[in-house]
């Protein structure tokens, strides 16, 4: 009988505890519900399917073995953890997935006891699995702790520390690594799932625990002889000979789609004693949905799409991202400079990368999920005369700001950073947020840091930094599409320190740092109908500042608005320092910045993010009727509609 056409079971389960005495057969029957229901999720809502897909019957085995959330479960970057979700009583309202209000797109601490950590960056999830493992063992409790990592996230430098670590400690800790693209797998089959169950076993271990003892009698050269000799043994059938190196006990690979392979081989991990273990599991990104197999590239992250035929739903033609324009900037640059080289860390497509590489296979470089590395390679690079170009989401620029400082910054490296997703980045929530750069980088002496208004801006800010060959550069833009302006082929560099006015007025000056000068611009406008006329300009550079626009400004006019997609600690408060030190306060001027609130804004639409986050042309248009004295007036024009 066809396992879907029995019973369903899915709709039993909205907690793990419920599938713990299910058969085999019937939890067989729940991975195939539970893909067919994250098909129909993520089909109408968006989000990240293949990784998902690829992890159903892992989910289930995991979750049917280990008694969770006793036992601790973690999932690294989250892509994968919407069958998790489904199954921790999320079901029902993951139709609301990365919506406002909704489930987040990644594991929350704050939405389940399920969810022990929120990861949304990757190769986190053994550190933090080592400090659940330690903290269990200082409260003298015996849970597992459970770590799910991918084999992409195994190329940070911090998956291995946290492993040397965790052998070094000889922790209780496991680790799954989920191989999705037989990157590392020699091949699963019978025999190999039959090494894995035996090797751990607890006949097998014992037996291995025995030689050991009696190894210890022996003289300490013959014994670490006899160690070596039965790690190699295993690594020569199995594999896994560098976890070992690291202290881990390596167990696969396993078929990670056969839960008659997964459950036994979890149970004897699970029962085994102290010690680190590897678990080594082989899926399929995207398997189950044909369209997914077929293309897992383009089936990662996904927009509402049509289950029967997996055509993505695409939003009517506009104009191109920002991220399509660096890249084609870039492109254009290269073909004029050969000394241009570009670097991203694991993004390509994300970043545009992947048409430069296109177009200069030899001259792009991927780096992997290593932006500290990808950050000193490009120093290294920029040392011997080349012009590299390290395109970097703001966010995860973060996790390499050590090497910005010390290898970058303070040798005076000419690393031009181009750093993508500035801003509000909607449905990805706070963790993949651009809020930060521009106060973690303008802060360091030396460093050129720019943010473009519009795509004409992005393509002169690309020449612009091609020829910064004296410092480090930075230059944001936001993620999605441009303002529809007609680009040049080539951009024409700007001088280094110097904005630009584009409305003259004289009562309210805006002085715009980044892609809000639409919303400025319609600000400015709406003040009209207030009997207020408002100067519109663009700073372009944060650092070093245009004090003489900045001067200009503030001398000319009762208000000065700055307007920035950052944190405190930006653009604004690099004005108010000058306008302080200037003595621009002392005459009365009034100053007001309008920043990022100082809260982590959860996910939403861009534009619901910003007014949430007062930001847009209302908030603006408040924000300089109150520095007036109109309270009233800004009191209305809060509420008022566009």
């Known amino acids: 009988m066809d396992i879907a056409a029995k019973t369903p079971l899915l709709d039993t389960v909205d907690d793990p505890a419920q599938m713990r005495g299910f058969s085999r057969d019937q939890l067989k029957q729940l991975a195939v519900e539970l893909r067919k229901e994250l098909v129909e999720i993520v089909s109408v809502t968006g989000g990240h399917l293949g990784a998902g897909l690829g992890v159903v019957e892992l989910t289930v085995a995991l979750h049917s073995v280990f008694d969770t959330p006793r036992d601790k479960l973690i999932w690294d970057v989250g892509h994968q953890s919407y069958p998790h979700k489904i199954l921790t009583g999320r079901r029902s309202r993951m ?14 601490r704050s939405e389940s006891v399920y969810d022990p950590f929120g990861a ?4 986190t999830s053994i550190s933090a699995g080592l400090g659940f493992a330690t903290a269990s063992k200082l409260a003298g409790e015996k849970n597992n702790v459970v770590a799910v990592i ?4 195994m190329s940070a430098g911090m998956a291995y520390e946290a492993m040397n670590n965790a052998g070094a400690m000889d922790a209780r800790l496991i680790v799954i690594l989920n191989d999705n693209d037989m990157s590392i797998a ?5 025999m190999s799932a039959y090494l894995a169950r035996l090797v751990s076993s607890r006949t097998y271990r014992g037996f291995r625990y025995f030689l050991k ?5 022996l003289p300490r050269p013959l014994r670490v002889s006899a160690k070596r000799a039965e790690e190699y043994a295993r690594g020569f059938w199995m ?13 696969g690979p396993v078929d990670g789609h056969n839960l008659d392979h997964l459950i036994p081989i979890l149970e004897n991990v699970r029962d085994m004693g102290n010690g680190p273990v590897l678990v080594h599991v082989v899926t399929q990104k995207g398997k ?3 369209p997914a ?4 590239d383009k089936y990662h992250g996904v927009s509402k799409f049509n289950v029967v035929t997996g055509e993505q739903k695409k939003a009517p033609p506009g104009p191109p991202s920002y991220t399509k324009v660096f890249a084609e900037a870039l492109i254009a640059e290269a073909e004029r400079d050969e000394k241009v080289v570009a670097i991203t860390a694991a993004m390509p497509s994300g970043t545009g990368l992947d048409l430069f590489a296109k177009k200069f296979p030899d001259r792009s470089f991927d780096v992997g999920i290593a932006e500290q590395h990808g950050v000193t390679f490009a120093a290294g690079l920029a040392a011997e005369g080349f012009r590299p170009f390290a395109a970097i989401y703001s966010t995860f620029l973060q996790r390499a700001y050590d090497q910005v400082v010390h290898d970058v910054a303070i040798q005076s490296l000419p690393v031009r950073f181009a750093i993508d997703r500035a801003g509000l980045v909607g449905a990805d929530g706070p963790t993949h947020a651009g809020s930060f750069d521009v106060a973690y980088l303008a802060t360091l002496p030396g460093f050129v840091v720019m943010a473009a208004a519009d795509e004409v801006e992005l393509i002169n800010m690309v020449a612009t930094a091609r020829l910064i060959d004296d410092r480090p550069s930075a230059f944001r833009y936001p993620r999605g599409e441009g303002t529809g302006l007609v680009r040049p082929k080539l951009g024409t560099p700007l001088e280094i320190g110097k904005g630009r006015i584009l409305r003259e007025g004289s009562s309210v000056a805006i002085l715009n740092f980044g892609a809000r000068l639409s919303e400025c611009l319609k600000a400015a406008d709406k003040l009209s109908a207030y009997v207020l006329s408002a100067t519109v300009a663009d700073a372009r550079f944060a650092k070093p500042l245009d004090t003489d626009l900045v001067r200009r400004l503030a001398q000319n006019h009762e208000v000065l608005l700055t307007v920035e997609e950052g944190s405190i600690g930006g653009f604004g408060a690099h004005v108010l320092h000058f306008a302080a030190w200037d003595g621009l306060l002392d005459c009365g001027l009034k100053i007001r910045d309008l920043i990022l609130p100082d809260k982590f804004l959860d996910q939403d639409t861009p534009e619901r993010m910003y007014a949430a986050a007062q930001l847009d042309a209302k908030a603006i248009v408040a924000a300089a009727l109150n520095a007036l004295g109109r309270e009233r007036d800004a009191a209305a024009a809060a509420v008022n509609s566009e």
């Open 213 to 217: 003892r009696m190894a210890s009698h």
């Open 288 to 290: 189950g949905y044909a």
């Open 150 to 153: 991918g084999d992409g996230a």
């Open 293 to 296: 197999e077929a293309s897992d």
């Open 120 to 123: 949304a960056h990757s190769s």
């Open 186 to 190: 020699p091949p699963v089959g019978a």
């Open 239 to 251: 594999g896994g000979t560098l976890f070992e190196e690291l202290g881990f006990f390596y167990v």
């Open 95 to 108: 139709r609301t997935l990365r919506q406002g209000g909704g489930i987040s797109g990644f594991t929350k």
